[in-house]
């Protein structure tokens, strides 16, 4: 079964720091991994997809890097800003079972001004 | 807006009610998931529906039962709510293919069961 967790639970930064949230996965046959952001109350938006063929994946300040054969994914943000304060899911769609997501339980990320 | 709508936002139901939560996509995805978010458990799915007509349970299937009206609607309904059901679903969808696209996700329902 595979399992997905994330380090640390819950990280408090200074503004304009530099910060990466990991995530591991125990089954590296995958189809690919998906970062998401969740604000307080509210649903969860999509902020990267790595496909299994991929190595890593940009958008802005955002950077996911994906190790498939050693579990591994991080999530690295660019001179946080309080902006950026959210929990962070990553979640692994397992080969073989369709499209369905295994998630991990997040990183609650809190930027201080 | 496109997206993937959830109605209602909010619930409170009674032990031993009934209700159904509704969810539909304009998207043109072909594959519907719900899922359930508890403290401390993430998120996990419920059931989902790889295409039309089609049904599946996920990893917390008891208490619930879903219909896939159609291509754009998948709904969960509770025969008989209880305390355990207390939680906050969040309906999904994605366009499958030879290679597999990111999820788009619903804000979410939030019942209460007292």
């Known amino acids: 079964k595979q399992e997905v967790t994330q380090i640390p639970a819950a990280l408090s930064v200074p503004e304009g720091e530099n910060l990466v949230l990991n995530c591991s996965f125990t089954?590296?046959?995958?189809?690919?991994l998906q970062w998401f952001r969740q604000d307080p109350g509210k649903g969860l938006t999509s902020l990267l997809l790595i496909q299994s063929s991929q190595r890593e994946q940009t958008s802005g300040r955002l950077n996911a890097s994906l190790d498939k054969s050693s579990g591994r994914s991080t999530l690295y943000i660019a001179a946080s800003q309080p902006g950026d304060s959210a929990t962070y899911l990553c979640?692994?769609?397992?080969?073989?079972?369709?499209?369905?997501?295994?998630f991990g339980e997040g990183t609650q990320l809190t930027v201080n001004p | 807006n496109a997206g993937v709508t959830q109605t209602p936002k909010f619930q409170v139901l009674k032990t031993g009610q009934s209700m159904t939560l509704q969810c539909a996509q304009d998207m043109n995805h072909n594959s519907m998931y719900w899922y359930r978010q508890d403290p401390g458990m993430g998120l996990r799915l419920i059931y989902y529906s790889a295409s039309e007509g089609t049904t599946d349970k996920g990893e917390v299937p008891n208490g619930y039962n879903v219909s896939r009206l159609n291509k754009r609607e998948f709904s969960l309904r509770l025969e008989s709510a209880a305390p355990s059901q207390t939680s906050v679903y969040f309906c999904a969808s994605i366009l499958t293919g030879p290679s597999h696209y990111g999820y788009t996700f619903g804000s979410g329902t939030r019942l209460t069961v007292v």
């Open positions: 089954d590296s046959a995958i189809y690919n």
């Open positions: 979640a692994v769609c397992p080969s073989g079972q369709g499209s369905r997501l295994t």
